[in-house]
């Protein structure tokens, strides 16, 4: 991701939807998906979900009730891998007992963990039957069939194919079951090799989807009932493509063309880097009502010493004047940003300059992290690493700033009057919960609305994590 794409740690367990043509019974293959990481991967995950319901698998939400559980793995950091190998410990159990009385369980491996370790995930993971990389996902229905046959696939190719042209369109039922909210991967993989970061290696080059795909799928959301679409991809904003008019678009045009589309009245995207943030993109925000004005936009670090030894190829001051030029731009847009503190080399000093960005940027939302070795990155040599205890310090510091900005934007939304898109039951019966231009959860009366209806409110009061409203006439 390059960057986080979004949420670094998004919800887990998704459920891909099932298909229309199930065939209820005995013979049903289940199947259990487990999603780590970020938001790309749950967008992947709905894919192969759409793929298995096609070879008659129907999905369930429990471990036990699976005859194969399929984990989409993340490799960001080292604890994201860690936990993929303790539950590959307790399905071994499982399926143990499985084959004890008589039964069996299937378990694949997907995801940048599958793509970074490969082979090494059935020596250590020997229940292992199928390892499957993220590029490689149009091959799951044939690995699951011949690892049936006794045999343990692994996948790990870069293949010239693309996965999503061999990976079916999902079924309008699947979309309407996943909500009025949809992802969309535009761009996948990235070039910039940040030092710290294993994206480059587990998803490879950046590659952009062609844009009558979009389209298509855009169009194909929206008749299912979608009103708000995400733009995924490692970095989003670098997506371009030969369009329509003969000429290459960038995101901003692409943003352009599918606001155009009747029902999609929300679009968002994420995630970008500073240097692709280019004119059209931030006259697209200028411009289009439908483009919502949030931008996640991560620096990483403040110190300029610190974002060369990082390679991002930009000075502090250089995203500060582009955080200006945006702000001028669109003068309402939240910004939030990813951070990672001890970084090899961090002092003091570096890091006191990461807090007085954090200060004059004043972002809405954020996630940080302490920096974590990754094999194979050019930072996982570097002198100078940085001391556990020192990491912890600094991490709590910087969340403390950013946790007081992120509950200072709240109080600043309380008395404005927006639109909310309302997205699912809130957790009191009674109550429905929307999300607001800027992404906060916004809590109000199940009278007021139904599921999909984009309805205008005050907000009246901040709570934890989410805002309250009422509708306004
Ligand atoms: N250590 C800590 N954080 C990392 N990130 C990426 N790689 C690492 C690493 N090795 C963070 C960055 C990125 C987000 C997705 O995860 O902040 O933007
Ligand atoms: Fe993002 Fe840099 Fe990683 Fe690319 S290498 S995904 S730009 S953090």
Redesign the pocket.
């Known amino acids: ?5 979004l949420t ?1 740690e998004a919800p887990s367990a998704t459920k891909p939807g099932t298909g229309p043509d199930i065939i209820p019974g005995s013979n049903t293959r289940k199947v259990f998906v487990k999603t780590y990481g ?1 938001q790309m991967n749950v967008y992947d995950s709905e894919r192969m979900g759409d793929a298995l319901s096609r070879d008659g698998y129907e999905t369930v939400d429990s471990v036990e009730a699976a005859d194969l559980v399929l984990i989409n793995t993340c490799h ?2 080292e604890k994201a891998a860690e936990k993929v190998y303790s539950q590959l410990g307790r399905l071994a159990k499982l399926k143990r007992q499985r084959n004890a009385e008589g039964g069996d369980l299937m378990v694949a491996v997907a995801g940048c963990v599958a793509q970074a370790e490969g082979r090494e995930i059935i020596r250590r993971a020997p229940v292992v039957d199928v390892v499957i990389g993220p590029q490689t996902y149009h091959r799951l229905p044939e690995a699951l069939a011949r690892a049936r046959n006794g045999e343990q696939i692994v996948e790990t190719d870069f293949p010239a194919e693309d996965k999503f042209d061999g990976l079916p369109n999902a079924p309008e039922k699947a979309i309407r079951a996943r909500g009025v909210a949809a992802f969309l991967t535009v761009q996948e993989g990235c070039d910039k090799f ?1 030092t ?4 480059p290696y587990t998803r490879g080059a950046e590659v952009s989807r062609p844009v009558g795909r979009i389209i298509e799928e855009a169009v194909r959301l929206a008749d299912a009932g979608v009103r708000e679409i995400t733009l995924l991809g490692q970095n989003v904003n670098a997506w371009h493509g030969k369009a329509e008019d003969g000429r290459e678009w960038g995101l901003g045009e692409l943003i352009r063309r599918l606001a155009t589309i009747d029902g999609i009245d929300r679009i968002r995207y994420t ?1 970008s880097h500073p240097r692709d943030m280019d004119e059209a993109l931030i006259e697209a925000h200028r411009d289009l009502p439908e483009l919502m004005p949030y931008l996640h936009l ?1 620096v ?1 670090s403040g110190s300029d010493r610190i974002l060369k030894a990082m390679n991002r190829r930009h000075t502090a001051e250089d995203y500060l004047r582009l955080v200006e030029r945006i702000r001028a731009a669109r003068p309402d847009i939240a910004l939030s940003g ?3 503190v001890g970084f090899p080399g961090e002092t003091d000093a570096d890091f006191e300059d990461t807090m007085a960005l954090i200060r004059e940027v004043n972002y809405a939302a954020a ?8 094999p194979g ?1 050019p ?1 996982a040599d570097m002198e100078d690493q940085v001391d556990e205890a020192v990491k912890s310090d600094r991490l709590t510091r910087l969340q403390d700033l950013l946790a007081e900005q992120t509950r200072a934007f709240g109080r600043e939304c309380v008395g404005k009057v927006v639109d909310l898109l309302l997205e699912k039951p809130g957790r009191n019966t009674g109550q429905l919960i929307g999300r607001s231009p800027w992404l906060q959860p916004v809590i109000i009366d199940a009278m007021a609305g139904e599921i999909g209806d984009i309805v205008r409110v005050r907000i009246t009061q901040p709570g934890t994590g989410s805002l309250f409203a009422e509708v306004v006439e």
Not at 1 to 5: F, G, K, L, Q, V
Not at 196 to 199: A, K, L, R, S, Y
Request: charged fraction near 15%.
């Open positions: 991701m390059t960057e986080t794409i670094p970020c960001i950091r940040c710290f970061c294993v994206v995630t991560p990483q990813d951070f990672i996630f940080s992290f302490k920096y974590s070795i990754r990155t930072g």
